[in-house]
């Protein structure tokens, strides 16, 4: 049962659907947070959010961009899966980031990643900067783990599923305060607006009435 001051934590993966590790993560760590009741969990899976590679950046956005902005606002927390790629992190994840501002500004965020010998540890390091320029705070924790050994049913050898349990907990225990604290914080004093927020909702810079010029706004969006 969820808790009266429960967070609502948003699960964000670039394909669940995909046979492996996505999906194994995902059902493994929204499980995990399902039965705390501490959390509302929400998957938010991009392949089915079509987001496009391109688009202006000074107008409302697409009617997919405009879709997903509901759903990553309303969340108090997030937990990010990314597999690691050539040291870095899948480029559709970086995309769907780059679409929105404000949606994830003042609120934690968590990662499972994995890999081969780094097990998605560069990946994370990656996002971590990323995600505090958009004034998120990064949880200390992270799950992460090698490919080759997931610690998820049937396989998983002891060690590695021991030490991932530990951090997930202490992830969760983390996102957990963090979702809380920052709620009541932002519903005290509302976080800073951006002007692509902004934009969708048909005001570029965030002053009523609009006097942007189009270099106004690139200016902003670029801050």
């Not at 669940?16 to 705390?36: F, M, Q």
């Not at 560069?122 to 998120?136: G, I």
């Not at 914080?185 to 942007?212: F, I, L, M």
Request: some cysteine; proline content about 6%.
């Amino acid at each position: 049962m969820l808790r009266e001051d429960g967070a609502r934590l948003a699960i964000v993966v670039d394909d669940v659907r995909r046979a492996g590790l996505n999906r194994l993560a995902t059902e493994w760590i929204s499980g995990r947070a399902h039965v705390r009741g501490d959390f509302q969990v929400d998957v938010l899976d991009l392949a089915e959010a079509w987001l496009p590679a391109f688009g202006p950046t000074d107008g409302p956005g697409t009617d997919e961009v405009r879709a997903l902005a509901p759903w990553l606002a309303a969340a108090d927390a997030f937990v990010l899966i990314t597999p690691e790629r050539n040291r870095s992190f899948p480029g559709a994840l970086k995309n769907a980031i780059d679409w929105y501002d404000q949606e994830w500004q003042a609120k934690p965020i968590g990662f499972v990643s994995y890999g081969e010998a780094t097990e998605g540890l560069c990946a994370v390091t990656q996002l971590r900067q990323v995600f505090a320029h958009l004034h998120m705070v990064t949880v200390r924790d992270a799950v992460s783990f090698r490919a080759h050994e997931a610690p998820f049913p049937p396989g998983g050898r002891p060690a590695v599923v021991e030490r991932c349990e530990r951090a997930a907990a202490a992830m969760l225990d983390q996102l957990s305060w963090w979702a809380r604290a920052l709620r009541e914080a932002r519903k005290k004093h509302p976080y800073g607006v951006r002007a692509r927020t902004q934009a969708r909702n048909g005001n570029a810079c965030g002053r009523t009435p609009c006097h942007c010029t189009s270099d106004d706004t690139t200016r902003n969006l670029s801050e």
